[in-house]
Each structure stands twice: as structure tokens, then as C-alpha cells.
């Protein structure tokens, strides 16, 4: 088997990383318009909260991913009563600061607790090995991670698509002041969906801390990353999100094999051409 | 600026005129500027290093305050100001004036090619792409180390003396009277592009690019215009930078300058062209007295001072004094 197979597989396991850690960005941006960018700081706090529960308290793995998921939503819960909520009718500008602020200290703060080193964690022995299938070497966690974010993208269309809940999701995103008129609780809405995706933004943190590592830059740097799934993706479309997820995943990992030397130059160049192209994403329908 | 001071004075030529006077504390603004040669002379690179970044922060003014385009990636033209300012002089032509105008050429250049891309992009697809280009920018430096020294810097540049013979001095004397004699002449200039006919398109852009046109505007022309403008400012800082410290580095490109700049613009007030100016000064004196003391929370600090300037402060430190002065003149 060419190498060319092994690096799919490792950009599909990171394209589906940065789809958990991006798609409640991309929902709630098209719902409120609401430019949130500390959306990987609640990212992180899914993952201190996995590397404290494995390290201080001894719980296995499986069993700190719940926690990651409502501590993250909790938080978000939080801040966005506080914060947010005075902001969803202000300039893209004042969002993005008080967001950035919010960014900072979270950087700061998680700085001064753990420390800027990058976090260790002990995973389980069965998920550190690797199976052949077909002569491919696959590692057994990457597998894992693909299936749970599987599991969780057919979660999230079913309930978008088929419940009562996930209507008056899509009717808010595509037009908020219709759906308001007819009688739809958008604040409520937004509530719910930003702490979900919120938590979702968690679990995604705490499934990277194996991959990428965890350490305070992690709510800057993969900040980037979000940001380029979300805008290219189209706002409020999750099609949109995991397509431009699954791209952005497979071609970091294989510029990253076969040209190192660009570095990430080409992820950048792309997104500013598909955007010159397409102003408002690949999916994007405003 | 408010519709309000527009009705009362119908003729717009006495407007525009009535704003290009000096106000008193304009020139008082410009003779405090001139304390640190007095008061401290031992923060003379402080300084010098302020009036570069206030210079740098009007660039960003012009287009964001006046003009209503968020960019995050702004240091791209810093940069590149920096970067051939550095180049011309580690090969051998260390004349600093030529080398403001190098640079200067050379980010108006990068400046004016974006801006057919800048001009086209509004909210979200606008602060991606400014991003993009600006990261675009920065891992194009860091690759090419043969040229730019990548991770390590620019290393062996050497500013020849100030018209031939006054030197930069280790205390930044000169290092100071350089830059704030350039701030101050494009700061001249900036001030009369405002109060021009064009100015006020600008701001008129600003509040709604939809209408424009129907009087007579061309948005892409004009955004263009000012964009390329605010390159070429932003070059020149950057100039600026790699002549009084004789060193480059990835940094001036980055996305944390970008940041940096557009919080001290916020912080001090946009739209206002004094706002950038004591956005920088606040900013700048604030991380070098709070980086004394630990330098890793200084985020922090900038963290907690972006959400209350959001919350409290809507139109920065200067918004606030207006507002403050207007309040005190009710009561009186």
C-alpha cells in the first residue's frame, strides 16, 4: 500500500477533529450572526477538564468525555448570560473584541493553572496500538475518533432534519426575524444551540489532546483553523462544515507530508481563493 | 461628525472648513509630545517605539475608524514596510529617508494589488481574507530564510546618520526626533485627507456603502484609494521599526501585531485620528509597566481591558472624554 492511503486516513481523523470543534461555531454564526471567537476556548476547557479528571482523579478516558462536553456547555452557558447576550446586535467589530478578550484571558488563565507546557496524558493501553486492515497500518485511536464523530454527525442531521427542535434551528438560520414572527423563541434557541455546540467544541477538545496536544495557544491557534472551516463551509450549513472540515483535515496532513517546506501557505491560499470565489462559503446560502 | 453639526452648517465647504482648524488641544496634544525629551529622557526608546506603533495604529484608523473595514491582518504592509526597509539597508544602502520611501513603495504596492481584492468583501469574508493574507504573508517570510532570515530575523542592518550626520544614538534621541517628525508629517497629511471632500465619502462609505453610489460615490474606488493609502502609512512604520532598532523579525508581520494594533485603536477610539495616537501611548506604556512585573499574564490585562472598553467604553478612552467634556459643559 503507497503511504498515499495512510495519510487520508490521518487527514480524515483530523478533518473530523476540526468538524466536532467547528460545527457549533458555524450554526450559531448563522443563526445570530454572532462572531464568537472564543469558541476554541471552550474547546480547551474540555480539554483541562479531561487531562484533571485522567491526571488528579483518576477516571478512565471513555468516562471524561461526557464531563468535557457539560463543562464546556456549562461555561458557555455562563458566559453567554454575562456576556454575549448584550452583543447580538452590535458591529462585527465590538463581537469580535470582546470575544478576543474573552480569548486572552482564558490564554492567561489556563497559563497560570496548568502551566504553558503541553499536557500529558495516559491513554488506555488497547487505544495506543494498531491494526493492518488490507496492509494499512491504522492506529486504533484514530479509528475510535473517526467513529465518534461519525456517530455524532448522524446525531446531529437526524436531529436536525427530523425533529421539532432541529426546524426551528434551520428556520432561525435562514431567516431570524421570520422565525421570530412566527412565534419561534430564537433567545431560547440560541441558548440551547450555543451550549451544544458549545460542548461539542469540548468533546472535540478533549479527542485533540491525543492528536495535537493541548496547551494554552491551543484557543488561538486552532482559533485559525475553526474560523477558515466555518467561513468556507458556508455559516449555519453542517453539510458545509464537515466537507470543508474533512478538505481542510486531508490537506494540511498531506501538504504537511509532501511539501513541508510550504508549511501551512497553501491552506491559507486556498481559503482566500474559494472565498474570492464564493464570498459567503462553499454552502453558504447568504 | 453627527448628522446634527451637518444640518446646522448648510454649506459644506464651511464644514469641511470648520473642521480642518486647529483646535487648542490639538496643538497642546503636539507640544506634550515633545515632554519625554524633558521629563524622561532615559524612555526616549519607549517613546520612539510609540510614535512608530501610534503611526502604524493611524494607518489602521483610516480605513477601520473612517472607512468601517475590519482587517486582521494589517501588519502584512508593516511588514513589508520593515522587511525592505531592512533588505536595502543589509545590502548596503543604509540612507534612512530613502529607505522610508522604498518601503513605502514597496507596501503602496502590495496594498494597492489587495485592495482589488479588500474592496470587494464585507463582514466575515472580509476579516478571513485580511487574515488570510496576512498569514499568507507570514509564512512566505518564514520560508524564505534565505532572504528574510526567517525564525531568526533580519539579522546585520545598519542605519546610516540622518542626513548625512546626525547619528542614532543608543539613548533614541534621534531614534525619537525621526519618528515623531515623520508621525507628525503624515499625520498632517492624514488630517487633511479626512477633512476633504473624500473624507467624508469615506465616512459616508462607512455608514452605508449601499447609498453611495447613488450620489455620485464609487465605493470600490474609494476603498481602494484609502486602503493603498494605509499601506503605504503602514509601510513606512514599519520602516521605521527595522531603522531605529536595526533588527526584523517574523513578529512584524504577524497576527499578534495585527491583533495588538487593532486593540490599541479600540482602546484609545476609532474614527477619531487622536484616538490611535493615545490608544498606542496607553497601550505600550501599560505592557511596559505590567511586563516588569510577569510578563506571561500580561493577556490578561488586555483580555480584561477589551471587554470593559467593549462594555463601558463603546467608543474608546477619547469617546469617553468627549463625552465626559459634553456632560461637564450640561452641568456648567
Redesign the interface.
Known amino acids: 500500500m503507497p503511504p498515499v492511503f495512510g495519510v487520508l486516513f490521518d487527514g480524515i481523523a483530523y478533518g473530523m477533529l476540526l468538524f466536532l470543534l467547528s460545527v457549533g461555531l458555524s450554526v450559531t ?1 448563522g443563526m445570530m450572526n454572532f ?1 464568537n471567537l472564543a469558541h476554541c476556548s471552550f474547546a480547551m476547557v474540555g480539554g483541562y477538564v479531561t487531562v484533571t479528571l485522567m491526571n488528579a482523579f483518576g477516571w478512565p478516558f471513555f468516562a471524561t468525555l461526557p464531563a468535557a462536553f457539560i463543562v464546556a456547555a456549562a461555561v458557555s452557558v455562563v458566559l453567554e448570560r454575562v ?1 454575549f447576550r ?2 447580538y446586535r452590535s458591529s ?3 463581537q ?3 470575544t ?10 489556563a ?2 493553572i496548568y502551566g ?1 507546557t503541553n499536557q500529558p496524558v495516559q491513554l488506555p493501553a488497547y487505544l495506543h496500538r494498531s491494526i493492518d486492515v488490507a496492509g494499512l497500518n491504522l492506529a486504533v485511536y484514530r479509528i475510535v475518533l473517526i467513529a465518534i464523530a461519525l456517530a455524532i454527525t448522524a446525531l446531529l442531521v437526524v436531529t436536525i432534519e427530523m425533529t421539532r427542535f432541529g426546524a426551528q434551528v434551520r428556520a432561525a438560520v435562514n431567516n431570524q426575524r421570520m422565525a421570530r414572527g412566527l412565534g419561534i423563541n430564537v433567545d431560547a434557541l440560541f441558548a440551547i444551540t450555543f451550549a451544544l455546540g458549545s460542548g461539542l467544541a469540548g468533546l472535540g477538545g478533549a479527542l485533540a489532546i491525543e492528536i495535537i496536544g493541548l496547551d494554552p495557544s491551543f484557543a488561538l491557534t486552532y482559533l ?1 483553523y475553526v ?2 472551516v466555518v ?1 468556507v463551509g458556508g ?1 449555519g450549513s453542517i453539510f458545509g462544515s464537515f466537507a470543508a472540515a474533512m478538505v481542510l483535515g486531508v490537506a494540511d496532513v498531506a501538504g504537511k507530508y509532501y511539501v513541508p ?5 497553501l491552506i ?2 486556498v ?2 481563493v474559494i ?2 470565489w464564493r ?2 462559503g462553499l454552502f453558504g446560502r447568504r | 461628525m453627527t448628522s446634527a453639526t451637518i444640518a446646522g452648517q448648510a454649506n459644506p465647504v464651511q464644514y469641511l472648513q470648520a473642521q480642518n482648524r486647529w483646535h487648542w488641544s490639538e496643538i497642546a496634544f503636539w507640544l506634550a509630545t515633545l515632554l519625554p525629551f524633558v521629563l524622561a529622557p532615559s524612555y526616549l526608546v519607549l517613546a520612539s517605539q510609540i510614535a512608530i506603533t501610534a503611526l502604524f495604529v493611524l494607518s489602521l484608523d483610516l480605513i ?1 475608524g473612517f472607512s468601517g473595514i ?1 482587517s486582521l491582518g494589517h501588519a502584512a504592509y508593516f511588514g513589508i514596510g520593515a522587511y525592505t526597509a531592512g533588505l536595502i539597508s543589509k545590502y548596503g544602502w543604509g540612507e534612512p529617508l530613502t529607505g522610508l520611501v522604498a518601503a513605502a513603495i514597496a507596501a503602496g504596492l502590495f496594498g494597492y494589488v489587495t485592495s482589488f ?1 479588500v474592496a ?2 464585507r ?3 472580509l ?3 485580511t ?3 496576512g ?2 504573508l507570514q ?2 517570510a ?2 524564505a530564510g534565505w532572504l528574510t532570515g526567517g525564525f531568526d530575523g533580519l539579522q546585520g542592518i545598519h542605519t546610516w546618520p540622518l542626513f548625512g550626520r546626525i547619528r542614532f544614538d543608543l539613548y533614541g534621541y534621534t531614534a525619537y526626533s525621526y519618528a515623531l517628525a515623520v508621525l507628525f508629517l503624515i499625520f498632517l497629511i492624514a488630517r487633511r485627507l479626512i477633512h476633504s471632500p473624500f473624507g467624508l465619502a469615506l465616512r459616508g462609505i462607512r455608514e452605508n456603502g449601499l447609498r453611495m453610489p447613488a450620489i455620485g460615490a464609487s465605493v470600490h474606488a474609494h476603498i481602494q484609494t484609502i486602503y493603498t493609502i494605509a499601506a503605504i502609512i503602514a509601510g513606512i512604520a514599519g520602516a521605521l521599526l527595522a531603522q531605529t532598532t536595526e533588527t526584523v523579525s517574523l513578529e512584524a508581520l504577524g ?1 499578534q501585531r495585527s ?1 495588538d494594533v ?2 490599541m485603536l ?1 482602546l484609545g477610539g476609532t474614527g477619531r485620528l487622536y484616538g490611535g495616537l493615545i490608544g498606542a501611548a496607553v497601550y505600550m506604556v501599560a505592557r511596559d509597566q505590567f511586563s516588569g512585573i510577569n510578563p ?5 490585562w ?6 470593559a ?3 463601558l467604553l ?1 467608543n474608546g478612552i477619547l469617546g469617553g472624554l468627549t463625552l465626559l467634556a459634553r456632560r461637564m459643559k450640561v452641568v456648567s
Open positions: 454564526l462572531v456576556f448584550r452583543f462585527d467589530l465590538e469580535c473584541l470582546l478576543i478578550g474573552i480569548v486572552f484571558i482564558s490564554i492567561a488563565a497559563a497560570y504553558t485559525i474560523l477558515i467561513s455559516l517546506a510550504f508549511g501551512a501557505f491559507y491560499l481559503m482566500i472565498l474570492m464570498p459567503t | 477601520l475590519v481584492i470587494r468583501f463582514h466575515l469574508a476579516i478571513m481574507i487574515l488570510g493574507i498569514l499568507v509564512e512566505a518564514n520560508s497576527f491583533a487593532l486593540v479600540i506571561q499574564y500580561w493577556y490578561f488586555i483580555g480584561l481591558l477589551l471587554i472598553v467593549v462594555m463603546p
